[in-house]
């Protein structure tokens, strides 16, 4: 059973209630993750004073945490020196396909008729991204190559859709360190020095607990630091830009149910804070039951494989998109599901590329292999079989598995359980229109409310690419903040 508090919609204070005013600036914005700066530097380009209140120690967030692929494209600069042809239609046709069901097409519009742009924009806060191409599959690359395929772009069925082009973008760092300061650390190196020469008042250990409301109109925010409650006045605007809530596991329970008990990737910040307190003055929601769940293990182990489910049946292409695969591993498989290969499969991998994984079960035969693995019998074998005679001509009439990581099985056989946890975060939440401004229950915009980033439904619905989020959050953090200068 939830505990109700922890999910229900935050109740905003009356203007009214209000004594004074602590501080106030022209645009204040909640969190300081790659939304929240995106969002104060485009307040600032629009001319306007920006409060940043974020409840940790520091800026940062999942944002600094992440591999720092942007996705990004349309023929980017990146993209051309490294000889791949993109366009804006490319790349909108993909992420149709691709972030659906119910995909945010008029976001996706902007988004990527306005890429390029997007790009440059970056480049001028100071990233770089270095004109070379990471061919090997993998979740990020461990080099400081600028250019990655990271939604399945180039797999079935979105090969067969759309021409394929790279358009994960990846921050150029010196000492790389994978999961520890990789790009989303560099990115937000950058954003933070560019928030920081605009003159922003960044206000760390700062929690926003309430919106303030004027007649329909927020006005401003009630934060809390080390104990005690202030009112901060916001003269245009609140960007609410405080991230998701994979780390409010009572929100999970209730809206996505299928990544309860699964590693939540992110900060403790992630606790839907933002999106609450959007409900509590009406804002509309959507696309909550959604989540990234990346599949514990790396690509180039799984590329080769055989992935079955708990009745050994194959349910997608092994080369695909790893998010994908574990999305499709924890909402239809219900996160069970295992690797097969042979012993060829394993030693053709890298040891550095296999992640100290190791066949749990090894078998002589195939008959073996499954009672091993407790799958149904004659399960696996009917699936390796069919596996086995399509590869041999090259071909996977099932899933299209492309033909370089199509090759027959053989004994020895062993199997690798992908049971968890698989890493996610959430997809869904308030409303926006494409400058940001949160829709309210009846689709007009709650005057002076703003959002981006996770806290909100940006570019991926359901389906996810690796760099959607970074790539909307800045985007469309930028977008919101202009907006809320404007108003
Ligand atoms: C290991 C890892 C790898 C990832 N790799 C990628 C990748 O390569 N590409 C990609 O696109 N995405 C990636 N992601 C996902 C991506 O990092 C996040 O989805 C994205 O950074 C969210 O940005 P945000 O600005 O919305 O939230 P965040 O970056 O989380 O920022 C929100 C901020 O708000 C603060 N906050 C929370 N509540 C309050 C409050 N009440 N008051 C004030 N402040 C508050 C938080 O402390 C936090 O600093 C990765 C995530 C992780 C953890």
Same mark, same amino acid.
């Given at each position: ?20 005013? =602590? ?21 600032? $380009?629009?001319?306007? *004073? ?6 940790? @120690? ?20 990146? +993209? ?8 804006? +239609? /490319? ?32 480049? =001028? ?42 358009? @994960? ?10 999961? $520890? ?43 809390? *630091? ?16 405080? @991230? ?46 959604? /989540? ?14 055989? !992935? ?15 998010? %994908? ?7 239809? +498989?219900? @996160? ?14 890298? $040891? ?18 499954? $009672?091993?693995? *407790? ?17 041999? =001509? ?8 492309? +033909? ?5 099985? =053989? ?6 359980? !992908? ?50 989020? !970074? ?7 930028? %977008? ?8």
């Amino acid at each position: 059973m939830s505990n109700l508090e922890a999910i229900s919609p935050i109740s905003p204070t009356p203007v009214s209630e209000v004594a004074s005013w =602590e501080a106030e600036s022209d645009v204040v914005v909640v969190g300081y993750g790659c939304a929240g700066a995106s969002a104060a530097i485009g307040a600032m $380009e629009g001319g306007a *004073s920006v409060t940043i209140l974020e409840r940790a @120690g520091a800026g940062g967030g999942a944002s600094a945490m992440a591999g720092g692929e942007i996705y990004m494209g349309g023929g980017t600069p990146i +993209q051309k020196a490294c000889g791949f042809d993109d366009t804006p +239609q /490319a790349m909108f046709d993909f992420l149709m396909a691709a972030t659906g069901p119910s995909p945010n097409e008029e976001k996706l519009s902007v988004y990527c008729d306005r890429s390029v742009e997007h790009f440059h924009w970056l480049v =001028e806060c100071g990233v770089t991204f270095k004109p070379s191409f990471y061919a090997t599959p993998c979740w990020e690359p461990p080099t400081d190559d600028g250019l990655v395929y990271t939604g399945g772009e180039n797999a079935w069925p979105f090969s067969d859709l759309v021409p394929p082009a790279p358009r @994960g973008h990846v921050p150029q760092i010196q000492n790389k360190r994978l999961l $520890e300061r990789s790009g989303g650390w560099e990115l937000m190196r950058h954003l933070s020095a560019t928030v920081d020469k605009g003159g922003a008042a960044v206000r760390p250990d700062t929690r926003v607990r309430s919106l303030i409301v004027d007649d329909g109109k927020v006005v401003g925010v009630i934060a809390r *630091s080390f104990g005690q409650d202030f009112a901060i006045r916001a003269r245009r605007g609140v960007v609410l830009a405080s @991230g998701g809530f994979a780390a409010n596991k009572d929100m999970v329970e209730r809206h996505v149910p299928a990544i309860a008990g699964q590693m939540a990737l992110g900060t403790d910040g992630d606790d839907g804070t933002s999106i609450r307190l959007g409900q509590g003055v009406g804002a509309m929601v959507a696309h909550l039951d959604a /989540a990234e769940a990346a599949l514990p293990s790396n690509p180039p182990l799984v590329y080769p494989s055989l !992935l079955v489910n708990q009745f050994g049946q194959r349910f997608i292409n092994e080369d695909t998109y790893c998010g %994908r695969i574990g999305q499709m591993a924890v909402f239809h +498989q219900q @996160g069970r599901c295992s690797l097969v290969l042979d012993e060829a499969i394993f030693e053709s991998v890298p $040891e550095a590329e296999r992640w100290g994984a190791r066949p749990t079960y090894v078998a002589a035969t195939l008959a073996e292999l499954e $009672e091993e693995m *407790s799958l149904p019998t004659g399960s696996l074998q009917a699936t390796v079989e069919t596996y086995n005679r399509f590869a041999r =001509e090259g071909r996977d009439p099932v899933f299209h598995k492309r +033909q370089e990581y199509l090759r027959p099985l =053989e004994a020895p056989y062993g199997g690798i359980p !992908l049971d968890g946890p698989y890493a996610t975060f959430t997809l869904g939440g308030l409303v926006t229109t494409i400058d940001g401004e949160v829709r309210g229950a009846n689709g007009s915009p709650i005057p002076g409310l703003y959002g981006a980033g996770r806290a909100t439904w940006g570019i991926p619905s359901w389906g996810y690419a690796s760099g959607t989020s !970074l790539g909307d959050g800045t985007f469309f953090g930028r %977008r919101s903040g202009r907006a809320a200068a404007r108003s």
